[in-house]
């Protein structure tokens, strides 16, 4: 098997990206795609075109082709494969399967393609492998990390031992004016230490579905002691030794004299992405068919909509053979705004007529799938601003040197909410915002610099909430973009599937 060229190509012929794993030409290879749409007849079954010199295997992906161009004597079975493999990781790296979206994201399409065709032979990978290469690490940034972060606690230790050195003398002092005694009644010291670390989150724009932030956080650490207790000197850590990695031997021996003083210290554990997030059990029925949307909303600050992208997968996963050959029937919602696509290898009549998806050869079996099949797909696009199922209002006021910041939720009669998490950007603080009023819970992200807003259920008895905040006066642009994400069982789609019929 080798193959020559991986592409994406509008139906005109137009290249997107085109990735060659042999030595050739711009020119030849242009024209083997100019003359690809030529080539391409209506009505056909099968996915692949041959001429004199090479084959085409191809896939439609919504408006575009996803193409193989192939010597012929390669492997048809292996280049279906490896067109399958490919045709999962372009939506992965591309949310919008058109020429704007491809155009976004060609370097990393062409990453992926490159981790699954190696000189035209086609690598054994899934597509979390694929997903996993592609995340590069640079040793090199690594250290550039370790050696700022060590800079950053040498200086944090050369600021608490300065802070000791003028309470001591301070003690000094006072001993001094008067006559060498005094009562320390009230005594006591704090400090702040602000560590800014170089932990930087990129997502994409703020809207349902979705995150923003990206910059430098910054986490506060503060150490109080109790009254009747003189201030303890800290002193500085020998040279010499290596830099750690977490919390250093010195800070833990500093919070257990705090607590031996009888002062509470609450310790942010944080939960590892393991454990955060628990694996879905494999299903155990013959046949499952799963529905599921996503929605990526971007709202103005000033009001109406930016863009509202709905999209959604029927996908069936069948863990036997011979439990493949099924048809099955689903009843269609009254939304006409919803767009239906079906699997090329679908019966498009069968299911137009009937609403019956099922294979355009009966005698064919759906595929074994680990992940399932998609095998129908919607999209819907919309400016109407009442099929929004949140909505967010943000009103903040600055009064003297602080900043009250009020907001509102409004959620949709259509839908209930799970999990819903509001997001608000914050400048970096020396201390937590302080919330007035809350309905629901919240939880400040000193390292982000995040104030997360987290509603459990949103349905009839909280259609509608509030929050209030203070912090610090501070230019009212940097509390936006302000990022929702929650989850619903219902869909805009309304699909529901009847009883199995074969």
Same mark, same amino acid.
């Given at each position: 098997?080798?193959?020559?060229?991986?592409?994406?190509?509008?139906?005109?012929?137009?290249?997107?990206?085109?990735?060659?794993?042999?030595?050739?030409?711009?020119?030849?290879?242009?024209?083997?795609?100019?003359?690809?749409?030529?080539?391409?007849?209506?009505?056909?079954?099968?996915?692949?075109?041959?001429?004199?010199?090479?084959?085409?295997?191809?896939?439609?992906?919504?408006?575009?082709y996803l193409l193989l161009v192939t010597n012929k004597q390669s492997n048809i079975l292996e280049d279906l494969e490896t067109l399958?493999?490919?045709?999962?990781?372009?939506?992965?790296?591309?949310?919008?399967?058109?020429?704007?979206?491809?155009?976004?994201?060609?370097?990393?399409?062409?990453?992926?393609?490159?981790?699954?065709?190696?000189?035209?032979?086609?690598?054994?990978?899934?597509?979390?492998?694929?997903?996993?290469?592609?995340?590069?690490?640079?040793?090199? *940034? $690594?250290?550039?990390?370790?050696? /700022? =972060? @060590?800079?950053?606690?040498?200086?944090? &230790?050369?600021m608490k031992r300065k802070a000791s050195e003028i309470d001591k003398s301070k003690i000094e002092?006072?001993?001094? *004016? $008067?006559?060498?005694?005094?009562? /320390? =009644? @009230?005594?006591?010291?704090?400090?702040? &230490?602000?560590g800014f670390g170089s932990d930087s989150g990129i997502?994409?724009?703020?809207?349902f579905g979705s995150g923003s932030g990206f910059g430098l956080s910054t986490?506060?650490? @503060?150490?109080?002691?109790?009254k009747g207790h003189p201030p303890t000197s800290a002193s500085a850590p020998p040279k010499g030794l290596g830099m750690k990695l977490g919390k250093t031997h010195r800070t833990n021996q500093f919070l257990e004299s705090l607590k031996a003083e009888g002062e509470m210290i609450v310790e942010d554990v944080r939960p590892s992405a393991g454990q955060s997030r628990v694996a879905a059990p494999p299903p155990s029925d013959p046949v499952t068919l799963t529905v599921e949307e996503k929605l990526n909303v971007t709202l103005k600050r000033d009001g109406g909509i930016g863009s509202f992208d709905l999209q959604g997968i029927l996908s069936l996963q069948v863990l036997n053979q011979d439990d493949g050959f099924i048809q099955f029937q689903i009843e269609s919602g009254d939304n006409p705004g919803i767009v239906p696509k079906t699997h090329p290898n679908i019966n498009k009549e069968l299911f137009s007529s009937q609403?019956?998806?099922?294979?355009?050869?009966?005698?064919?079996?759906?595929?074994?799938?680990?992940?399932?099949?998609?095998?129908?797909?919607w999209r819907m696009q919309t400016a109407d601003e009442s099929l929004v199922p949140l909505t967010i209002n943000c009103w903040p006021s600055v009064s003297g040197n602080e900043t009250y910041v009020?907001?509102?939720?409004?959620?949709?009669?259509?839908?209930?909410?799970?999990?819903?998490?509001?997001?608000?950007?914050?400048?970096?603080?020396?201390?937590?915002?302080?919330v007035q009023q809350i309905d629901g819970e919240?939880?400040?992200?000193?390292?982000?610099?995040?104030?997360?807003?987290?509603?459990?259920?949103?349905?009839?008895?909280?259609?509608?909430?509030?929050?209030?905040?203070?912090?610090?006066?501070?230019d009212t642009s940097y509390l936006f973009p302000i990022s929702v994400r929650f989850t619903s069982t219902s869909t805009f789609s309304n699909y529901k599937v009847l009883p199995r019929l074969s």
């Open positions: 098997m080798v193959v020559l060229a991986a592409s994406i190509i509008s139906k005109s012929g137009k290249a997107l990206v085109s990735r060659q794993f042999v030595d050739m030409s711009r020119i030849r290879i242009e024209g083997y795609l100019a003359a690809f749409p030529k080539l391409v007849g209506t009505g056909k079954q099968h996915t692949y075109v041959e001429t004199e010199n090479v084959r085409y295997v191809y896939q439609p992906i919504e408006s575009l399958r493999l490919l045709s999962k990781l372009v939506p992965e790296y591309s949310y919008s399967l058109d020429e704007e979206g491809i155009g976004k994201t060609a370097f990393e399409i062409l990453f992926a393609f490159d981790e699954v065709i190696s000189l035209g032979h086609k690598e054994n990978v899934t597509v979390a492998q694929v997903k996993q290469y592609c995340e590069m690490e640079s040793h090199e *940034e $690594k250290l550039h990390k370790l050696v /700022l =972060q @060590s800079k950053i606690n040498e200086t944090k &230790d050369v002092k006072n001993r001094g *004016e $008067k006559g060498g005694y005094m009562s /320390l =009644q @009230s005594m006591g010291s704090g400090r702040i &230490d602000s997502s994409s724009v703020g809207g986490e506060v650490e @503060s150490f109080s002691k109790p609403n019956i998806l099922g294979l355009k050869h009966p005698e064919r079996p759906f595929p074994v799938q680990a992940d399932g099949l998609s095998v129908l797909k009020n907001l509102e939720y409004e959620a949709s009669q259509m839908f209930d909410l799970q999990n819903v998490l509001i997001s608000i950007p914050l400048p970096a603080l020396n201390e937590a915002p302080r919240w939880r400040y992200d000193s390292r982000k610099s995040i104030l997360e807003w987290s509603i459990l259920l949103i349905d009839n008895s909280n259609r509608s909430g509030s929050m209030e905040f203070v912090i610090p006066a501070v």
